[in-house]
Nanobody
Framework: VQLQASGGGSVQTGGSLTLSCEAS????????TAWFRQAPGKEREFVAR????????YYADSVKGRFTLSRDNGKNTMYLQMNSLKPEDTAVYYC?????????????????????WGQGTQVTVSS
């Protein structure tokens, strides 16, 4: 699976952005996919994850209620709708795939368990 993230940009506090992650490869539709982010000087942190069917999603507490994750297997694309953005959301956002989706619940939240990564897209939120 190859992943290509896009959609980052600069917005003011309270603004919105939609990130996209387009995948190539036959296994995308059977992969769980996720977004992580990494701010300067910090470790990569979990943002959200979606099952291959699109039916089950998980969110970090810091983004719950503001971010919505979805995917379109027909387009091999995952979307992260980000609303009510805050300066602390500023980071490089990475999409990742868990192929096949074998991570147990306790491991979903850690970057080490994901097999494929996109190149990252910068999100900057100014106050």
């Amino acid at each position: 699976v190859q992943l290509q993230a896009s959609g980052g940009g600069s917005v003011q506090t309270g603004g919105s952005l939609t990130l996209s992650c387009e995948a190539s490869g036959r296994t995308f539709s059977r992969s769980a996919t996720a977004w992580f982010r990494q701010a300067p000087g910090k470790e990569r942190e979990f943002v959200a994850r979606i099952a291959w069917s699109g039916g089950r999603t998980y969110y970090a507490d810091s983004v719950k209620g503001r971010f919505t994750l979805s995917r379109d297997n027909g387009k091999n694309t995952m979307y992260l709708q980000m609303n009510s953005l805050k300066p602390e959301d500023t980071a490089v956002y990475y999409c990742a795939a868990d192929t096949p989706p074998l991570l147990i619940y306790s491991e979903l939240w850690y970057a080490r368990g994901y097999d494929y990564w996109g190149q990252g897209t910068q999100v900057t939120v100014s106050s």
